[in-house]
Structure formats: structure tokens, C-alpha cells
């Protein structure tokens, strides 16, 4: 990339048939709905060119596109379960050599370690890297960063992988992550980044999968958007060690 940031675009992936938790894009998180949230945290990203929302061209999902457009950002229409597709083409319509990939049920995404990622994903050179959740000892927290892949990298998989699993789950074809490790090492470079030491907590889970998660996160932001819509993680941090634990216990409980 020759020390030239590649024109870069943050896709966020989301629909209404989620097989956990259908309707969880658009589910409440004080006062909005989720995938609100999210971009609105990630329109404070420094390094994107382009903000989209890559969802399918199912009626159902007609919310999130209107959600898109009422939030000012771009709106791509797809393939359902063929998320390398989806990627692939709404990355050709938007010109991305960079893909930043970001699941929509990742509630509060940090803008700066975002783009810490994409800025280390391209000074280092790497295919595929992430500190969307702990891998390599990185230390982050599941759910506040962001997957960098090169368009190449995704172009590759999109032409030579037929298995449906890694055409729905992208980061498979880059890391092993029951095994903690690249997944096709002599084809891809892949990498992470070392998350800071104030917020190196990869025990906390940020994602909302489960009705467990989305109580747990809706919680959250209920005790700290009101105090500043613009919380950072070390809020998060003092939210759940302070307010969350020592009245519920840790996430996994029963309501």
C-alpha cells in the first residue's frame, strides 16, 4: 500500500432473520434501536470513506434500510447467507480496497481502536486482521473493535471457497479461532494489535446474541448513554464491575 491509506469503508452486516435472536437489529437500546446506536458510534470514525449497511433484499429488512438513510449513511441490498457475496458486492459499488467488517450486534463499537486497526492493518501489511474480539493474546474485550480485510484477500475466497459455513462466516476463511491461529497462514498474513492496558479485559462480551446479551447490554446503555451518549469502554468497565456484577452477577444470568 506503499504507506498510501487505500480507500476504506466500514460495512456493517445486519438483518432482521437473525436465527438467535430475529428482530434484535432493531430492539430497543435507550430510546433507539440497536443498529441505531452502533452508527452512531462508528460515524465518529476517523478513517472510513464510506459507512454502509449491508443487509438483504428481503421485505423484512426494509426497517434497516429506512434506519440507514434516516441516519445519513449508505444502504447495500444483497445475498441472505452468502456473506462473502454480500461483502464483495457492496465493496464494488463503494470502491473499498479496505473492508472494515463489522456485525450489527456489536453494541458499542470504539471508534478510536477502529481506527487503530485500520491503520496498523495497513502499516503492517496484513491480508486479514482484527481486534473485533481476543485472539493472540491481544487482550480486547469481544465486541469493541473491527475486521480489516485487503478487497484482494476477499476477492480470493469469493472465487476459490464453495463451503456454504466459511461463505457465511467470512473471518473463517482468515483465523482458526478454536484454535487460536491463521487459518491458511501461507496464503494469508493475518494479525492483531495489542489492545491498551486500561481496557484489556477479554473476559467482557459486547455482542448481542442471545435475550441474556441483550438484557445484559440494553442495561448498559440505559445506566450510561444518559450520562454521556459518548461512553468509552473504561465506562463500560466501571459500569459492570461496579453496577453489573454486584447486583447480578456476571452476564449468563437468568431474568
Known sequence: MNGVMPRTVLIMQARMGSSRLPGKSMMDMAGQPLVHRIIERVKRCETPDAIVLATTEKPEDD???KLAADCGISCFRGAENDLVKRYLDAAAKYGAELILRLP???VAPEPVEIDRMACHHMTQGYD????LVPILDNGYPDGIGVE???QGALAWVGANVDDPRRREHPHLNFFDFDNDRPADPDRFYVGTIACPREFARPDLVLDVNTHEQYVYCRSLYEYLYPRNPQFHITDVIQWHDTVWVPQ???PGFHV
Not at 486479514?128 to 481486534?131: D, K, R, V
Request: aromatic share 12%; no cysteine.
Open 104 to 106: 450489527a450486534d456489536n
Open 63 to 65: 426497517p434497516l434500510a
Open 128 to 131: 486479514y486482521s482484527t481486534n
Open 248 to 250: 447480578y452477577g456476571q
Open 148 to 150: 480489516a480485510i485487503n
